[in-house]
């Protein structure tokens, strides 16, 4: 029998994400005394508990898929989000809003505005306002911006990471495709440290090392006294650096967005915002506001809203062959002559192998490969070997395999949405050394 790895596409976990416990005591310099400790921890306690009730879980619902994402309350009955959250949510789909202090309430799209992204920059707005009802009798905290920023101040990112919220039995209906019974998910709380602001000739990033994860978007990133820095947009990694950033929009973009549509936004105490608008870059014209045209089918779980990784469109080397691995798709596992590619959405896999064909016709092994894998017959056409066959999760898979130029052989097994152009695409850029 021909050897081979098989891999259920569902869940993968990731343990990077550091979380920071607001336990008694946790970054108490040792001269304090005990009544300054008493009311450093309770400071630290109020602001997570206002934390709590001002951001927001995002919970999407597409034709196929469940979507979900962050926001937080900045006006009364008023959520600001990533517009990368909300804006591929076609007519007639819906998008809810909650928390432990606010019910599951639909939510309607107020503006957005989403700037094209560039592979140069980190820089252009990416920003949503919702609409909500706020449960009567409930006061809601509405958060205040600080627009000044430094580098080496001390920061905490709050939102609903899918690498967390995913254990929760929250999430359980979700899983299945269902925002009936939508419980609200634990709010996680990381912190760090503010690395660096960056600026082009469009705007500002700041850089960070609060954790943040797929489903972090659009979620607010706090100083100390409990205040809005930024908005958690971006995720970067360099894959072979094993180096990862965390990217933030900052206060004042989100203010003037908040003006553009006349909410006024609570500013800091004495802070004032300079008259500086936000130019437009010009050969990037924004997206219009309201709700774009409808998401093309594909996916069908849950997905965390980070954009997908800049670490664009490169060319992998794997043994024998080479494959593109585009933007928004993730090596999950590789070895030689082997490798393992999802997309960042979980809408799609596909496992690509390279093999000698050991003296055997391709008809053989394409039949042990499905013998193997309790696959159908396979069928020939066109010089291709083709069979289906049943993932471990029960999700119908299909395995394609064709001859290469030195007596060896290429094998593909795809699942998911096996309709997504970009299989084709990474596909099409298999090159054989």
Excluded at 116 to 142: H, I, M, N, Y
Excluded at 336 to 347: E, N, P, T
Aim: glycine share 10%.
């Amino acid at each position: 029998m021909i050897g081979m790895r098989r891999h259920a596409t569902g869940l993968l976990v990731f343990c990077l994400l550091v979380l920071f416990p607001m336990a008694a005591g946790a970054n108490v310099p040792a001269n304090f005394n005990e009544s300054a400790r008493v009311e450093y921890n309770e400071r630290r306690r109020a602001i997570a508990s206002m934390m709590e009730a001002a951001t927001v879980w995002i919970v999407a619902e597409d034709e196929k898929s469940i979507f979900n994402g962050t926001g937080f309350i900045v006006a009364d009955g008023i959520v600001m989000t990533n517009a990368h959250v909300v804006d591929e949510l076609g007519k007639g789909r819906r998008v809810f809003v909650v928390n432990e202090k606010i019910p599951p309430t639909e939510a309607t799209i107020v503006d957005m505005v989403h700037d094209e992204k560039t592979d140069e920059t980190v820089t252009g707005r990416d920003f949503a306002l919702l609409r909500f009802s706020p449960p009567k009798g409930t006061a809601l905290p509405v958060l205040s911006f600080s627009l000044d920023a430094q580098r080496m101040d001390r920061v905490s990112a709050w939102g609903y990471p899918v690498m967390v919220t995913q254990f929760d039995a929250s999430t359980r209906n979700l899983r299945k495709g269902d925002t009936s019974g939508l419980k609200p998910a634990p709010v996680v709380y990381t912190e760090g440290t503010i690395s660096s602001i960056v600026k082009d000739e469009y705007g500002a990033a700041i850089i960070h090392t609060a954790a943040i994860a797929g489903g972090n978007s659009g979620g607010p990133l706090i100083n100390g006294r409990g205040e809005v820095v930024g908005i958690n947009t971006w995720g970067y990694t360099e894959e072979d650096e094993g180096a990862f950033l965390n990217v933030s929009l900052p206060a004042d973009e989100i203010v003037r967005f908040l003006q553009k549509n006349k909410v006024a936004a609570k500013l800091a105490l004495g802070q004032t915002l300079a008259a500086s608008p936000y130019r437009e870059r010009p050969s990037q014209p924004t997206k219009p506001t309201g709700r774009p045209a409808d998401k093309p089918d594909g996916g069908g779980s849950i997905t965390g809203f980070l954009q997908p990784r800049q670490d664009d469109d490169r060319n992998r080397d794997v043994g024998s062959f080479s494959v593109r691995v585009p933007r928004g798709w993730s090596v999950l596992d590789e070895d030689d002559d082997y490798i393992f590619l999802g997309a960042d959405d979980d809408s799609s896999v596909i496992e690509i192998m390279m093999a000698d064909n050991d003296g055997m016709k391709l008809s053989q092994i394409a039949r042990e490969y499905s013998e193997e894998l309790d696959g159908t017959k396979p069928k020939y056409d066109d010089g291709l070997y083709v069979f289906a066959y049943e993932e471990a999760n029960g999700e119908e898979a299909y395995a394609v395999l064709w001859e290469t130029d030195d007596d060896g052989h290429v094998a593909l097994f795809l699942a998911g949405d096996i309709e997504n152009p970009v299989l084709a695409e990474i596909i099409d850029s298999i090159e054989e050394f």
